[in-house]
């Protein structure tokens, strides 16, 4: 039975972060790769030891500089689809889990609360409003056909 | 009557009246359409039937039901119709902005200033498109906001600015497909982020940028997005909040906006922040001046409760709670879930307010444990807990701590607490994935199938109850997509060799050694282009075709989408997939029908904005056919006829993609030579590999599991001539001689139609000999010696029955036939002619009705001379029974009288058989002519004696 592998190695797990990880913890994690193996590279045993890791170095640094330029993340995420869509998604309603989301699910709840007290609460933006009656523009021609 | 039931009716109301107000603009827009009006005539008349053709589609573009899709199509008629008024555009630009399409939306915006430069509602939601985009845009939308907030209309040089960014996107689309751009830009679907409901404006569009406070804008709504931008940029600034709030305070102070600014003062509790720090400012914003004017006022009444609410610590009153340590002071740190209580009942606050709260105070987040946590929600009132949104409570309590237990390694906790949530919503989407995600990664062998297979139909199940096949779309794509790709990864580095072709055949060695894989990818890859397929609008690229095709190439595309649909959703045994293949295949007969209207199509609206998404698209549907090919190849190297089976899955799969649209793209990258026929190259393939076991089978038990391993190439060829051919062969080994018969009867004419004329002779030819192998063999003749008549007839009864069973069989009919001429007698050459003429409309090939033709010619001859032979043979026989008759009476009575009737009889035989002569003679029976000429001589000797 073919059963996917959450573990795939992608650049993701080479580096240890969530695939949803933002710039700035990929840089993070990134820089604090880089000075380890530099460390070790100096306490390299052997030459052959110093060169595999100045190998996997420029490997970190690459998959960092990628995932750095929106662009190439993008197109890295797209050609591998299965790094991000094997992750846990929240099941809560976005209310509770998207802090960018709440502010305006909840604004809406308050005007139509407040909409039931007589109280009108203008919308945030016309992104929001759903009444554009003032927008109409009187045309006789249509308006005659109206009436 | 109560007040839901007055929310109710009221609702019902509006939603009738929309009906009724839409009926009436469609019978208006109608007749206008139609010109059906009176003053419609004449170059004024035509002018401001325009005009009013475009306010009634924008009428109804706006009504507060018109579906997203159709209203931005309304719009674009509006702009049609009356391409200079600025709200049309604006208009435009917000409906691109709530569907995702961010830049599609500031172009539309742009366009609406400059019909209206000073426009602020325009620039601050132009500013609002920008803030979603990247940093030069951002700092654009800064600059644009701060002019607004300051009273100002953005200068020249901000719309300089614009103009140069709309420059760099244009030369950025034409440098890069769209699919290679950083942002996106464009969606099928509405834009959704977090799971938001479909139509929900995405949610950075909605944190405005940073002002200087001021607020100046014509537009009144400035303030309040700016102020979300100041709570929800990075290092948001205390002066700034203050300065927008002010804003805010102003015009309360101006008797305005008591509502607007009681709900903002508590946005930093909306958005989560409980701090001490925060509740402090909030109180003092409400406890200020111009408030206190407006105590009463219902939202003033809200904000102060959800304060109050905010600031408890506890969530049940102290003696109500197990284990909580010493009794506390303070009444107000164990109230907060009867305090709640009572606000909701007292109609101060709604309850879900009180969830969000519960969640941010009580929730996964808090230090409470999971079973405490979920304790707590029972002491709510059965009021409260009958609403939906405490379900939702429910779910994001259980599903917090799930994803905490998730990470926590802790598998089965998280298992359980997912399931927890599924009475409550059995469809949500999200609790099917995590619920599969366990069971991959538990490789819980009894779990995984039917926890993905949950994970699919409910993605498919939602789009079907929308009743819209885009809906979840991008989610679709991305969850076959990410299948396909983790099969085709897992064996990418399986390779050792150093010969990168080598080390790659290796791989795909490897990889179709994992028979479970290969399926996988083949299945999830084509439920990925056909979701890919259905995202298009353009109806060009939804099918897949070019913009100039052919209408007969459109119509293929069609058929090949339904065909899919068919094929591969249809079967599925998901609820609600019936609903989804109709949806599916509503939207592919629209689009076949929209691109079979030329003017149409050369009008699409979104041909060149998904152009390089169709150009990847079909790329994909290259590489993959490609890489089919060279699957089918490894396998052919393999010589095994075991591997078949999945041979004629790769290349069902090959064959299913559109080769005739994707041949000359293939051949214009120079990706192959321009005179290959791709499709015959596969099928050459296929068939190579099909035929790659060359040896005879050992028996009829060999030959039966040859065959079976032969049904599945014919199940994808089943016209391919050399495979039936082989077909015949195989039955013929396992002795299955009427399916020999049959199939090679059958296959007699594909191979007549093969193009190579040498090919089509050699393969008719040697089907007919399979035809009359197959009699051959069949024929076991009881009868072993034939030396009586009765003999003959019988075996030859035999005979014709096995010709019964195969009645084309013509080489064996000529060999029935050349055996009964052989027997020579008349009636035996007569039956041969029958047998010949009756097989002439049964000739299976011209060369078969040749000889027989010819047959049927030489039986008629030997017909005839078998007649004469049987006439010679009766007048010598009669010759011969007359003389040894009287001969036998002379000896018996030698009286002179006998023997004068001996002499006459003698001389009557002799008579005879000199006819006999003559006649054998002039047929050129030679052998006759002499036994009747012997017979003359004889009878003549025995006449001289007699005297």
Known sequence: MFMIDLGAQSYYSALGVSPSATTEEIREVGDRLANELRAQQRAAASEEEKKRLEEREAYINGIVRELKAPAERAKYDREHAHVRFFDVQPAAAPLFTNKSDRLYVLHRVLGEFLAGQGVALAALSDLDRQDFAQDKTAVDLLDSLLR | ?947
């Open chain 2, 1 to 947: 009557m109560s007040t839901a039931d007055y929310t109710v009716t009221t609702a019902a109301r509006a939603g009738d009246a929309s009906a009724r107000e839409r009926a009436r603009l469609r019978a208006a827009v109608e007749k206008l359409e139609r010109g059906a009006v009176a003053g419609a005539g004449g170059t004024d008349g035509r002018a401001r039937q325009r005009v009013a053709l475009a306010e009634g589609y924008f009428r109804l573009a706006v009504l507060p039901d018109t579906d997203p899709a159709e209203a931005l199509a309304l719009v674009q008629k509006s702009i049609e119709c009356d391409p200079f008024h600025p709200k049309f555009f604006f208009h435009l630009g917000r409906l691109l902005h709530r569907a995702g399409d961010f830049r599609g939306a500031v172009y539309a915006y742009r366009e609406a200033l400059k019909l209206a430069p000073t426009n602020h509602r325009a620039h601050a939601h132009l500013a609002l498109a920008l803030l979603e985009l990247g940093d030069k845009e951002k700092t654009l939308a800064r600059d644009v906001l701060k002019a607004l907030a300051a009273g100002q209309d953005p200068g020249a040089n901000e719309l300089d600015k614009l103009n140069q960014l709309l420059d760099a996107w244009r030369k950025d689309k034409e440098e890069k497909p769209e699919a290679e751009r950083a942002d996106g830009g464009k969606s099928a679907e509405p834009a959704r982020k977090g799971g938001g409901k479909d139509g929900e404006p995405a949610a950075a569009s909605k944190r405005a940028a940073q002002g200087d406070g001021a607020n100046g804008s014509r537009w009144p709504g400035l303030w309040r997005i700016t102020l979300v931008d100041a709570l929800t940029s990075k290092g948001r600034r205390r002066p700034d909040l203050d300065a927008q709030l002010k804003a805010g305070e102003r015009r309360v102070r101006d008797g305005e906006g008591v509502a607007e600014y009681a709900v903002a003062c508590l946005f930093p509790l909306l958005l989560g922040d409980l701090s001490a720090d925060s509740l402090k400012n909030v109180a003092a914003r409400l406890d200020g001046e111009q408030l206190k004017q407006h105590a009463e006022h219902p939202a003033v009444r809200l904000a102060r409760t959800t304060l109050e609410l905010a600031r408890l610590q506890r969530a049940l009153p102290e003696a109500a709670t197990e284990g909580e340590g010493k009794a506390q002071d303070d009444p107000a740190r164990a109230a907060f879930i009867p305090r709640a209580c009572e606000a909701v009942a007292a109609g101060l606050l709604p309850a879900e307010l009180v969830c969000f709260l519960h969640y941010l105070k009580f929730g996964p987040d808090s230090a409470l444990p999971a079973a405490d946590a979920l304790r707590l929600l029972e002491a709510y009132a059965p009021a409260i807990k009958r609403a939906a949104c405490f379900d939702e409570l429910r779910i994001a309590v259980l599903d917090g701590f799930a994803r905490r237990a998730w990470v926590g390694e802790k598998l089965d906790l998280a298992r359980l607490l997912w399931r927890e949530t599924i009475p409550l919503d059995p469809h949500r989407i999200a609790v099917a994935h995590n619920l599969a995600l366990v069971a991959a990664r538990t490789h819980a062998r009894d779990d995984y199938e039917a926890a993905w297979e949950r994970a699919f139909e409910l993605r498919y199940l939602h789009a079907a109850a929308a009743g819209n096949p885009r809906v979840l779309l991008e989610d679709r794509r991305t969850m076959h997509l990410a299948f396909a790709q983790q099969s085709e990864q897992r064996y990418a580095e399986a390779g050792k060799a150093k010969d990168p072709k080598e080390r790659e055949r290796e791989a795909l060695a490897a990889w179709l050694a994992d028979r479970d894989a290969v399926a996988v990818w083949l299945r999830e890859w084509d439920f990925y282009y056909l979701n890919s397929r259905l995202r298009f609008r353009s109806p060009v690229h939804l099918l897949g075709v070019s913009r100039d095709a052919s209408g007969e190439v459109v119509t293929e595309a069609r058929a090949a989408l339904l065909r899919q649909i068919e094929t591969l959703l249809s079967p599925q045994p998901w609820a609600g997939i019936k609903t989804f293949c109709a949806l599916a295949e509503e939207l592919v007969n629209e689009a076949a029908e929209a691109a079979a209207d030329l003017t149409a199509r050369r009008r699409d609206p979104f041909y060149e904005e998904e152009k390089a998404d169709a150009d990847a698209l079909a790329y994909e549907a290259i590489t993959r056919g490609f890489r089919l090919h060279d699957m089918l190849r490894v396998l052919a190297e393999r010589r095994d006829g075991a591997q078949l089976a999945l041979g004629a899955a790769l290349a069902r799969h090959l064959f299913a993609l559109p080769w005739r649209i994707l041949q000359p793209i293939c051949a214009a990258r120079g990706l192959i030579d321009p005179d290959l026929d791709l499709v015959e190259h596969f099928e050459n393939v296929f068939v190579r590999l099909a035929l790659a076991d060359e040896t005879e089978p050992e028996d009829e038990r060999a030959a039966a599991r040859r065959l079976n391993q032969l049904a599945h190439a014919l199940e994808v060829l089943p016209d391919n001539v050399p495979l039936r051919f082989r077909r015949c062969r195989y039955l013929l080994t396992a002795r299955r001689l009427e399916e020999t018969y049959a199939e090679a009867v059958a296959a007699v004419p594909l191979a007549a139609a093969l193009p190579d004329p040498k090919e089509a002779d050699l393969y008719s030819h040697n089907l007919c000999v399979m035809a009359d192998n197959a009699a051959f063999a069949a024929f076991k003749p009881s009868v072993k010696k034939l030396e009586t008549d009765e003999q003959v007839e019988r075996y030859v009864a035999e005979w014709r029955a096995v010709l019964a069973r195969f009645p084309r069989a013509v080489g064996f009919r000529k060999e029935l036939a050349e055996f009964l001429i052989k027997l020579g007698r008349g009636k035996y050459v007569t039956a041969a002619g029958e047998l010949l003429q009756d097989g002439l409309p049964l000739a299976l090939t011209d060369e078969q009705r040749d000889e027989l033709s010819a047959m049927l010619g030489q039986a008629g001859q030997q017909a005839r001379s078998a007649a004469v032979e049987d006439e010679v043979r009766a007048l010598l026989d009669g010759a011969v029974q007359s003389v040894n008759g009287v001969v036998k009476e002379l000896n018996r009575d030698p009286s002179a009288a006998a023997r004068e009737r001996a002499r006459a009889t003698v001389r009557q035989a002799v008579a005879d058989a000199r006819r006999a002569a003559q006649l054998a003679a002039k047929a050129g029976l030679n052998e006759a002519r002499e036994r009747a000429e012997k017979t003359v001589e004889q009878l003549g000797a025995l006449e001289q004696k007699l005297g």
